[in-house]
Each structure stands twice: as C-alpha cells, then as structure tokens.
C-alpha cells in the first residue's frame, strides 16, 4: 500500500494548531487512517481483528499500521517514529508519564472538541476522564483497562491449604503461616525488572490513598513522607510473616516465572499483576476462569482507602501530524461500542464503555469490571506516571528493600528517591 509523505518534526509541531481547528469541520470517513501500533501477542491479534471490523464498518476507510522497532520498551521505538517524520493518525499509548512527554512537545493533541462533538463522554465516566486529563484538558480516550488491586490465585491450591481468599489485610498475613505449612509460598514476588513494584504500590493505595499518590507521581509529595515509610513498614510486616521468598530468589524472577508459580503449578499461593493474566491462563494453561483460577481484591486496612482501585489502560492519542481526522475520530468512537467489546473479551480484556453488558465477560473479568466500576476512585499505576529517570530508580530503590528489608534501608532508599525526584520535576 502507498505511503503517505513523511514530515519533519519542526511541520508536525507547526500544523497542530491548525489541524485542531479542524475538528468540528466534517470530512469524508474515507481514505486511509494510519496508527502507530506497537501491541504484540494475543493483544496485536486483538486489534487487527478490531480493525477488521471497523473496515468491514467503515468500507471507504483502510487502515494502516506503523510498528515501531524497538526490544522491550515500546517507548523508544515510537519516539523514534515520530522523530523520523513518519505520519500517522493515532497513537496506542499505555504510559500517562508517555502522555505527559508527548504533550510537552507538541506531537498530540487536546480531544475536548472531539469530546462535545461525539458520544466519547457519554460512554466514559468521569473517573476514565479524569485519568486522561492533562491542566483541564482532555488528551486521550480509553479503549481498554485492566484492575490491577487483583490478587490472582488458583482455587485448588487455596483448597490445598483449607484457606478461603482473604477479605482483610489480618485475614491475608494471617494465612502465610498456613500456607507455608502446606508447602506452598504464600506470594511470588517477581524483582528481576518491574513487578516488584506492583505491591509496594497496592501498598501505598491502601495507606495513603490515590489522591496522595498523585501527588507522589507529580513531584507535589516527598518520598520522605511517613506516607511512603508507612507502606514500606507494611511490606516489612508481610516479609517478616513468611510472605515470599528470599530476597535474591525474589530478583532472580521475572514476570512470567511468578505468575506460573501461582496459576499454574500451585507452588505460590498469590501473585499480583495486570489483567493479561487471564488471556494467559486461558490460551497457555487451558484453565477456566472462575473454576480453576480467580481473583480477590486487595485487602482492606480500614485507613480510610479501601474503596480505591488501581488500574492500567490502554488509549488513543490523537497525533499533531493527523491527516485524517474525522476516520480517527470514528475509529475511536467505534472502540466504544458493544461490538468492539465483544471481540476485547474473546481475549480476556474489558472495555469501560456504559454500552457493555458485562455479561459478555468470564466470571473473572466480570468480577474485576464490578470492582473498578464500583470504585470511589481510579488511580494509574505509579511507576506508569513517574518520569523515566525516576521510574528506573523506583524499581531499583524497592529491589535494594527486599534485599534488606530494614528501617535504615528504608531510610535511605527514600531519601535516594527525594533527591533524584528533586532533579526531575
């Protein structure tokens, strides 16, 4: 297929503010709408067949596919697309702090207009807007999410131990001792790269609450506040109970290692990560949700946060260098309807659109729909919001605790943290 004429990133800048003006002019849902799409997996099948359909919907439209070339994370790649003067529609981004880099130079643009002139807000509630609004201006529309306060376990194992999913955080450490006399590790905690972080940050939600952590990820608090001691002091209290394996077993395990641990062997008890975990039980394990695999909510402190959900999604930005508007604009409008729903949840994944009936989804995705949708509040997944240099000593920071999990440790990490935040923001 031709492709369109690549631009320099001085033009890209140059024409966003006349391309914004553009948005309630109609134009044809004709030619060719091209996206910057980097998933891969089962989620790279997802959304070719999405876009299957919206062609099949949309028969004047063609889509067309930019794939950045880059190993791990996708964020260099796509930096180097749109440096290099590739033209494209839309951008599938994961990263608020990505967002937040993209804004600041220019390569996206405000989607409020598109907001009035479309059903976009009447599909997303308030709390999805909100998490996609940058100073009172809307920059993205979430097309998919994940719960990420999901403690994920396998019901014959928790039969195994004659333990029932914990409710309470006295119920939750109070069963590693149970646990381990069964033989089973209670939680496996992944340290190689990221996932680590995923119960510090739990941690944090309970204790502190979303609005705090906000902050936290915005250079308004310190990481020297009793806040952050306090979730550390919480992981310590679980370290010390039995919880995990020893510190250098922890950072000798990635992501994947943990979760079969957990889902599929039955050797961990528990293991916290992102939805996608449900993709992978069904397709790799052949499990069935809600019989051989489910999840509980994290447990609840009584501290004044319980009814806080931590999340990560995926949504589209619509990039400065966009030539066809009004196709990007029903792709995304296509995105929220029932329809493309359907096909999410053939891959274990949700939609927050109000048209869905959660009927459509598995026992475990309905029960992690139900929980998000209840939710006081929504709060990203912070090391997603924290500004790359600062995201990369966080993770480091909390491997450095579960090597030696003490109060100087905890002392010192913090401080390390203030000092490199105060470089950042």
Same mark, same amino acid.
């Given at each position: 297929?031709?492709?369109?004429? @690549?631009? &320099?990133?001085?033009?890209?800048?140059?024409?966003?503010?006349?391309?914004?003006? !553009?948005?309630?002019?109609?134009?044809?849902?004709?030619?060719?709408?091209?996206?910057?799409?980097?998933?891969?997996?089962?989620?790279?099948?997802?959304? &070719?067949?999405?876009?299957?359909? /919206?062609?099949?919907?949309?028969? *004047?439209?063609?889509?067309?596919?930019?794939?950045?070339?880059?190993?791990?994370?996708?964020?260099?790649? $796509?930096?180097?697309?749109?440096?290099?003067?590739?033209?494209?529609?839309?951008?599938?981004?994961?990263?608020?702090? /990505?967002?937040?880099? !993209?804004?600041?130079?220019?390569?996206?643009?405000?989607?409020?207009?598109?907001?009035?002139?479309?059903?976009?807000?009447?599909?997303?509630?308030?709390?999805?807007?909100?998490?996609?609004?940058?100073?009172?201006?809307?920059?993205?529309?979430?097309? @998919? #999410? %994940?719960?990420? =306060?999901?403690?994920?376990?396998?019901?014959?194992?928790?039969?195994?131990?004659?333990?029932?999913?914990?409710?309470?955080?006295?119920?939750?450490?109070?069963?590693?001792?149970?646990?381990?006399?069964?033989?089973?590790?209670?939680?496996?905690?992944?340290?190689?790269?990221?996932?680590?972080?995923?119960?510090?940050? =739990?941690?944090?939600?309970?204790?502190?609450?979303?609005?705090?952590?906000?902050?936290?990820?915005?250079?308004?608090?310190?990481?020297?506040?009793?806040? +952050?001691? +306090?979730?550390?002091?919480?992981?310590?209290?679980?370290?010390?109970?039995?919880?995990?394996?020893?510190?250098?077993?922890?950072?000798?395990?990635?992501?994947? $290692?943990?979760?079969?641990?957990?889902?599929?062997?039955?050797?961990?008890?528990?293991?916290?990560?992102?939805?996608?975990?449900?993709?992978?039980?069904?397709?790799?394990?052949?499990?069935?949700?809600?019989?051989?695999?489910?999840? /509980?909510? #994290?447990?609840?402190?009584?501290?004044?946060?319980?009814?806080?959900?931590?999340?990560?999604?995926?949504?589209?930005?619509? !990039?400065?260098? +966009?030539?066809?508007?009004?196709?990007?604009?029903?792709? $995304?409008?296509?995105?929220?309807?029932?329809?493309?729903?359907?096909?999410?949840?053939?891959? %274990?994944?949700?939609?927050? =659109?109000?048209?869905?009936?959660?009927? $459509?989804?598995?026992?475990?995705?309905?029960?992690?729909?139900?929980?998000?949708?209840?939710?006081?509040?929504?709060?990203?997944?912070?090391?997603?919001?924290?500004?790359?240099?600062?995201? =990369?000593?966080?993770?480091?920071?909390?491997?450095?605790?579960?090597?030696?999990? &003490?109060?100087?440790?905890? *002392?010192?990490?913090?401080?390390?943290?203030?000092?490199?935040?105060?470089? +950042?923001?």
């Amino acid at each position: 297929m031709k492709h369109r004429k @690549t631009r &320099s990133k001085t033009t890209l800048l140059g024409t966003a503010a006349i391309l914004a003006g !553009l948005t309630g002019q109609a134009m044809a849902q004709e030619g060719e709408l091209v996206m910057i799409n980097w998933l891969g997996g089962a989620q790279g099948e997802m959304m &070719s067949k999405l876009q299957e359909d /919206f062609e099949a919907k949309y028969p *004047d439209v063609t889509v067309r596919n930019v794939v950045p070339q880059a190993g791990g994370d996708a964020r260099g790649g $796509i930096r180097a697309v749109l440096m290099g003067g590739e033209q494209a529609d839309l951008l599938i981004n994961t990263w608020p702090a /990505f967002r937040a880099e !993209l804004i600041e130079a220019g390569l996206i643009l405000p989607l409020d207009d598109s907001y009035a002139s479309t059903d976009w807000g009447d599909k997303l509630g308030e709390s999805w807007q909100a998490l996609s609004t940058v100073n009172g201006e809307n920059y993205g529309v979430t097309y @998919t #999410f %994940g719960d990420r =306060s999901g403690i994920w376990y396998r019901t014959d194992t928790m039969e195994k131990a004659g333990i029932t999913p914990p409710e309470t955080y006295q119920e939750f450490i109070g069963g590693f001792a149970t646990l381990n006399d069964a033989g089973i590790t209670p939680i496996s905690v992944p340290a190689k790269v990221w996932a680590h972080a995923e119960w510090f940050e =739990s941690l944090l939600l309970r204790t502190a609450g979303a609005e705090y952590m906000t902050r936290l990820a915005n250079g308004e608090a310190s990481w020297t506040d009793d806040e +952050v001691k +306090v979730a550390l002091q919480k992981w310590q209290e679980m370290l010390a109970a039995n919880c995990c394996d020893d510190g250098n077993t922890m950072l000798a395990l990635d992501w994947d $290692i943990s979760v079969d641990a957990a889902l599929k062997t039955g050797d961990a008890a528990y293991v916290l990560m992102g939805m996608w975990l449900n993709t992978r039980a069904k397709q790799e394990y052949g499990d069935t949700p809600g019989a051989d695999f489910d999840i /509980f909510q #994290f447990p609840t402190f009584g501290m004044g946060h319980d009814d806080e959900s931590m999340v990560d999604a995926k949504e589209f930005n619509i !990039l400065s260098s +966009v030539e066809n508007r009004e196709a990007a604009d029903a792709f $995304i409008s296509y995105m929220l309807t029932a329809d493309a729903a359907a096909i999410m949840a053939e891959y %274990g994944l949700a939609s927050p =659109s109000t048209e869905v009936d959660l009927s $459509i989804y598995d026992p475990v995705i309905q029960r992690s729909v139900s929980e998000v949708n209840s939710a006081e509040k929504l709060q990203f997944v912070l090391g997603d919001l924290l500004p790359g240099d600062l995201g =990369s000593e966080y993770r480091v920071a909390l491997q450095r605790f579960l090597q030696e999990p &003490s109060d100087e440790t905890i *002392d010192t990490i913090t401080a390390q943290l203030a000092n490199v935040a105060k470089g +950042v923001y």
